[in-house]
Nanobody, 124 residues
Framework: QVQLAESGGGSVQPGASLTLSCVASGRSFKTYAMGWFRQAPGKGREFVAAIAWLGGGTYYAKSTQGQFTISRDKAKNTLYLQMNNLKPEDTAVYYC?????????????????WGQGTQVTVSS
């Protein structure tokens, strides 16, 4: 069984930066790629970015490209999301997830295991 645990969320002012982490554990942990999604109050789950676990190739939503950077540390089984110049519209619960079926894009059903989420609030 794979477990994912996000951390690093918080309340920040507009223009600030945050780095989210997602640690994967479990003896059976193997994945083709991992991704970040977010869900704002009253809205559906939105794709943010994905990264191929072995090769490191990345894919971003148009709304986050240039502002967010996804990366991973294979040795630590850890996924990261560096978020810069945060805006109030970035306020959401951020989730990490594993993807076993290439291509790992914004298609929600391709993602299997999910973390419990970490809250990011951007407000002045």
């Amino acid at each position: 069984q794979v477990q994912l645990a996000e951390s690093g969320g918080g309340s920040v002012q507009p223009g600030a930066s945050l780095t989210l982490s997602c640690v994967a554990s479990g003896r059976s942990f193997k994945t083709y790629a991992m991704g970040w999604f977010r869900q704002a109050p009253g809205k559906g789950r939105e794709f943010v970015a994905a990264i191929a676990w072995l090769g490191g190739g990345t894919y971003y939503a148009k709304s986050t490209q240039g502002q967010f950077t996804i990366s991973r540390d294979k040795a630590k089984n850890t996924l990261y999301l560096q978020m810069n110049n945060l805006k109030p519209e970035d306020t959401a619960v951020y989730y990490c997830a594993t993807c076993l079926n290439s291509p790992c894009d914004e298609t929600l059903i391709k993602y299997t295991h999910w973390g419990q989420g970490t809250q990011v609030t951007v407000s002045s």
